[in-house]
């Protein structure tokens, strides 16, 4: 069985938020009706900080911004660390 690309989006959004809670982050995966993209909504003082899983040619990566330094590998070891320094930030 083949999973479609925004399944495997949901899988990669749905990992980052339970490992998120897990280290005591509010969190929460929005699944706008309106046509854009789903995302992860981590809570701070300044609101929400929105996190896109998007595919990068064969792999997929974790977006805050646009910067050059607000994204991750989806896989790697330091995405939710960094995601969540983004969010402390």
């Known amino acids: 069985m083949t999973i479609s690309s925004a399944q495997e989006r949901y899988l990669h ?11 005591g982050m509010g969190v929460r995966i929005e699944l706008p009706a309106s046509g854009e993209e789903p995302y ?11 996190v896109l899983a ?3 040619g064969k792999k997929w990566v974790f977006a805050w911004g646009r910067g050059r330094t607000q994204w991750i590998a989806a896989l790697d070891e330091d995405a939710v660390r960094r995601t969540c320094e983004a969010a402390t930030r």
């Open 13 to 23: 959004l749905v990992r980052l938020a339970w490992d998120l809670r897990q280290l």
């Open 40 to 50: 992860v909504a981590l809570w701070r003082e300044s609101g929400a900080l929105r």
């Open 54 to 56: 998007l595919a990068r």
